[in-house]
């Protein structure tokens, strides 16, 4: 079945650093691609997106690259600030089968930065 | 713009005893989503609702957990009885008419079960 993997956590940075969190998938077809963030006390929140191969999702200088070859889609942010502190998820959605348009998702980094 | 609104935020009862969450999604929002999501873990989808119909209810516990979502608006999700490997964050969800739009979560009912 299709499954997500995150990179382990927690990641603690100091503001103003590089950020890459791993994401690798396993799916059947060609699935769309989430990163969903989660703040404490929240909801999860879609952050960006991707729906075919090569595609790049972008939003609050946040990126993320649809790696059809790798089957990846690491996130990465040039510079960190502190409010970037929450826990993110990777998700694919489901192309096709029995359960056509269902969200997997992995199991969550918790990224804390500190300044 | 309200967003999909859950209580309550917290909960904490004994094994064997019986829980009920309630979920009100966007106005508008025909497809509502409840998850389960257990520390250290993603949300994994428990059922999926288009309008007052299931769509996909394959990884519900259906020995212990219901829901209902009777005028295809508000929902509410039960469990009796309560194990304690219940113990989770339930969260609710809804989209416009069907999987293809995003998901709006709501914040959440933290379920302690002792």
């Known amino acids: 079945g299709n499954s997500v993997t995150q990179m382990e956590g927690p990641v603690t940075l100091s503001e103003e650093a590089f950020l890459t969190i791993n994401c690798t998938y396993t799916?059947?077809?060609?699935?769309?691609l989430f990163w969903y963030v989660q703040y404490p006390g929240e909801g999860l929140q879609l952050l960006l997106k991707a729906t075919k191969a090569d595609d790049k999702g972008s939003n609050k200088g946040f990126e993320a690259t649809y790696r059809k070859e790798t089957t990846s889609f690491h996130l990465e942010k040039g510079s960190v600030q502190v409010s970037d502190s929450a826990v993110y998820f990777c998700a694919l959605r489901n192309a096709g089968g029995t359960s056509y348009g269902k969200l997997t998702f992995g199991q969550g980094t918790i990224l804390t930065v500190h300044p | 713009e309200a967003g999909v609104a859950q209580s309550p935020r917290y909960k904490i009862i004994e094994k064997r005893q019986s829980v009920a969450f309630w979920c009100n999604p966007i106005s508008g929002h025909a497809t509502l989503y409840w998850y389960q999501q257990i520390l250290g873990q993603g949300p994994k989808l428990l059922i999926q609702f288009q309008n007052n119909g299931v769509v996909d209810d394959s990884q519900l516990p259906k020995d212990r957990f219901s829901a209902e979502r009777l005028k295809g608006v508000d929902s509410t999700l039960k469990i009796q009885p309560a194990k304690l490997e219940d113990s989770a964050v339930y969260l609710c969800a809804s989209s416009l008419s069907g999987t293809a739009y995003e998901q709006y979560f709501g914040p959440g009912t933290r379920l302690t079960v002792t």
């Open positions: 799916a059947t077809g060609y699935p769309s």
